[in-house]
């Protein structure tokens, strides 16, 4: 019982999610970090510096109009860095599906402020 209860403090005290992930601090700044990347990338804001990718020009050849989050999940989360797991899918203009990625964010709290600090490789 004594092993049981040190255990538990330890997590309590590492900042180990013990409670439901909406209440930790990097929740909400990850989801507003994440609308406005999709907001930039859907109002063809160039996110890159040559403006284009081998990935837009695909999703150009084949259509592209809109993309959506499909899923946004924090699945690690602590008080200065957060993952999230999203599901992000791409849509011609008459609503047909192009493709869905199965993709990670990592968000860091860098002096106070929350950024976007690595990503999977096929995020946005």
Same mark, same amino acid.
Request: proline letters at 4%; charged letters at 25%; hydrophobic letters at 40%.
């Given at each position: ?8 403090? #330890? ?26 990347? !999709? ?7 160039? !996110? #890159? ?9 695909? !999703? ?8 959506? #989050? ?33 993709? !990670? ?8 402020? #929350? ?10």
């Amino acid at each position: 019982m004594k092993q049981l209860i040190v255990a538990l403090c #330890w997590f309590a005290c590492t900042g180990c999610v013990t409670y439901p992930v909406e209440f930790c601090p990097g929740y909400g700044p990850s989801r507003q970090l994440t609308n406005t990347l !999709l907001a930039s990338f859907n109002t063809n804001v160039k !996110l #890159w510096p040559t403006g284009a990718t081998p990935e837009t020009d695909r !999703l150009k050849d084949a259509g592209w109009a809109l993309s959506k #989050w499909d899923e946004r999940r924090v699945v690690i989360c602590s008080k200065d860095q957060a993952t999230m797991r999203a599901f992000l899918s791409h849509y011609r203009a008459d609503g047909s599906k192009i493709a869905t990625k199965d993709v !990670l964010y990592v968000f860091k709290r860098v002096e106070g402020e #929350w950024i976007i600090a690595g990503k999977s490789r096929d995020a946005l």
